[in-house]
């Protein structure tokens, strides 16, 4: 079983940078896709964004596209959410976790704890 542990969340002003990461530990996760979910008080969890297991190929929310980049350092095991020009309605929880394939269906079957991320006007 494979254990995730997200850090670098904190406060931050609007216009501002953070760099989340995300520790794998227990098996490697090189050959898996990764996401990043955030979820703000009394919203639903939302996608931010993904990567291939290579690092080779990266989708993201069109509300985060062209502010965030995710990446990985699969020597490291670690899966990092570099986000730039942050916006208070970037306030929540964020969350990774693990792409696997089960019966030819994605889904995501081990999550962090999440760190949170507070953005100031």
């Known amino acids: 079983q494979v254990q995730l542990v997200e850090s670098g969340g904190g406060l931050v002003q609007a216009g501002g940078s953070l760099r989340l990461a995300c520790a794998a530990s227990?098996?490697?996760?090189?050959?898996?896709?990764m996401g990043w979910f955030r979820q703000a008080p009394g919203k639903e969890r939302e996608f931010v964004a993904r990567?291939?297991?290579?690092?080779?190929?990266?989708y993201y929310a069109d509300s985060v596209k062209g502010r965030f980049t995710i990446s990985r350092d699969n020597a490291k095991n670690t899966v990092f959410l570099q986000m730039n020009s942050l916006k208070p309605e970037d306030t929540a929880v964020y969350y990774c976790?693990?792409?696997?394939?089960?019966?030819?269906?994605?889904?995501?079957?081990?999550w962090g704890q999440g760190t949170q991320v507070t953005v100031s006007s």
């Open positions: 227990g098996r490697t996760v090189s050959s898996y896709a």
């Open positions: 976790a693990r792409r696997t394939l089960v019966n030819g269906n994605y889904r995501y079957d081990s």
């Open positions: 990567i291939s297991g290579s690092g080779g190929s990266t």
